[in-house]
Antibody, heavy 118, light 108 residues
Framework: QVHLVQSGAEVKKPGASVKVSCKAS????????ISWVRQAPGQGLEWMGW????????NYAQKVQGRVTMTTDTSTSTAYMELRSLRSDDTAVYYC???????????WGQGTQVTVSS | DIQMTQSPSSLSASVGDRVTITCQAS??????LNWYQQKPGKAPKLLIY???NLETGVPSRFSGSGSGTDFTFTISSLQPEDIATYYC??????????FGQGTKLEIK
């Protein structure tokens, strides 16, 4: 069965970077894109961006454009999301999600808590 | 950018009630609309895709309808395990997408 397993919680200082991983199993990794969605405490879902695992193409939300990089390693079926120049409002749970037809998210990772605090 | 207006933001209903949530898009998005359920501390779960298609394994009491700018999500008979927050999501301009603000559903 399909699983997306994310890396553990992170605590970072403002201005630092964080890299979250998402290891996929149970399906052909290159056949689906991966999106990243975050959720600030008590808030709704915010789409951050997408990567085509097939060819590495990316598309980022304007809000994080310039600070985020999404990559994949097909040899380990792992997707990565790096966010730089962290601010307190980046504190959130970060999810990876498999996208069918681009943005029908049928499987999600368990979430990674990222806390930005001085 | 396409804005999604979801209502109500919260809802209290009794077990067995019919529950309806609406989502309005700021422009025509055809049927590119999904619905998710999120329970506290958990990842969202896909319930309905392409406005009206029930995801495999999801109980038939959940349904969706609509096209263009106006969409409806319905639980025909509310069960205790349906307590969650529900989100609509549009994906008219792939690969970008956006979510509604969410509807928190509670038992009366």
């Amino acid at each position: 069965q399909v699983h997306l397993v994310q890396s553990g919680a992170e605590v970072k200082k403002p201005g630092a970077s964080v890299k979250v991983s998402c290891k996929a199993s149970g399906y052909t990794f290159t056949s689906y894109g991966i999106s990243w969605v975050r959720q600030a405490p008590g808030q709704g879902l915010e789409w951050m961006g997408w990567i085509s695992v097939y060819n590495g193409n990316t598309n980022y939300a304007q809000k994080v454009q310039g600070r985020v990089t999404m990559t994949t390693d097909t040899s380990t079926s792992t997707a990565y999301m790096e966010l730089r120049s962290l601010r307190s409002d980046d504190t959130a749970v970060y999810y990876c999600a498999r996208g069918v037809t681009g943005a029908i998210f049928d499987y999600w990772g368990q979430g990674t808590q990222v806390t930005v605090s001085s | 950018d396409i804005q999604m207006t979801q209502s109500p933001s919260s809802l209290s209903a009794s077990v067995g009630d019919r529950v309806t949530i609406t989502c309005q898009a700021s422009q025509d998005i055809s049927n590119y609309l999904n619905w998710y359920q999120q329970k506290p501390g958990k990842a969202p779960k896909l319930l309905i895709y392409d406005a009206s298609n029930l995801e495999t394994g999801v109980p038939s009491r959940f349904s969706g309808s609509g096209s263009g700018t106006d969409f409806t999500f319905t639980i025909s008979s509310l069960q205790p395990e349906d307590i969650a927050t529900y989100y609509c999501q549009q994906y008219d301009n792939l690969p970008m997408c956006s979510f509604g603000q969410g509807t928190k559903l509670e038992i009366k």
